[in-house]
C-alpha cells in the first residue's frame, strides 16, 4: 500500500450535523417568542390615525341611548323611519288643531252675517261680565230692533231682508272698537258689548249706531232699501248673568220704541 493511500485511510472523517427533532418543550418556547415578537412589530407599524379614529369612535355621543358601535345601517334606517313618522304626526296634529279652530269660528258666527250668533255672543257677554265684576270696571250692552224690517221682508222677499241683516251686521262691525263685540240674537235683533263703557257712554254710542243703521242703503231689484233701529242700553252691575244683561237691554230698546212712536203721535 502506497504512501498516499495510507494517508487517505487515516484522515478523520468530518462530523455531520444532528438531524434529530427538538424537544416538545424546546419548540414551544421559540414558537412563543416569535408570536411576541410579531405582535410587538404589528403595534409598533400601527398608525396613530388609526388608534385616534377608535379614540373618536368611542367619543361619540349615543343616539337615542343607542351606543355608537351598534348603529348599524339597519338601525340609521330604522330610525330614519322613525323620525319620518314623528314628524308626520306633528304636522297631522297641526293640521287637525287648525281644523278644529276653523270649526269653532264657524259654529260661533251667524249662519248669514258675520258676526256672533246668539249662542257665542252669551258666551262672550258672561266673560266680559266677570271680567267687569273682577276688576272693578264698567261695561254695557246696547240692544238694536230694526224698524221697517218685516215690511221689506213682506214686500221683496227674503232675500231682500237677508241683504239688509247683512248690510246692517257690516255697519255694526265698522263702527265699534277692536274690544267690542257685536252678535246676532233674533231674526231681526243685534247686540253689542261695549267694553269700559259706563252708561252714559253706552247711550251716546247705541244713539249713534242706530244713527249709523238708519243711513245704510242696500239696492235691491232697482229699489233702494234702507231701515231704521230701535235701541236701548244697560251697563252691567255686578251680580248680572248674560241672560238677565240682555233682558235688561231689550227692556230699555223697547222702551225706547214705545216713546219714540207716542212722539210720532
Known sequence: MSFAQHQSDEKPKATLPSLQPKSVLERATQAAAAAKRNSTAEARA???SSASAESQAAEKPMILGIPPQELTPLVRRALKHLSDQ???LKSDRARLVERLRRAEELADRDTLVPVFNRRAFERELNRV??????YEVQASLV?????GF???NDRFGHPAGDAILLAVGETLAANIRESDL???VGGDEFAVILAKAGPEDARKKGAQLAEAISRTEITYQGHRLRVGAAYGSYCFESDDTG???LSRADEA???NKVGRKIQSL
Open 46 to 48: 400601527t398608525p396613530p
Open 86 to 88: 314623528v314628524a308626520s
Open 129 to 134: 261680565i266677570s271680567f267687569a265684576h273682577r
Open 143 to 147: 240692544y238694536f230692533d230694526l224698524d
Open 150 to 152: 218685516k215690511q221689506i
Open 182 to 184: 257685536v252678535g246676532r
Open 243 to 245: 241672560e238677565r244683561a
Open 253 to 255: 230698546m223697547y222702551a
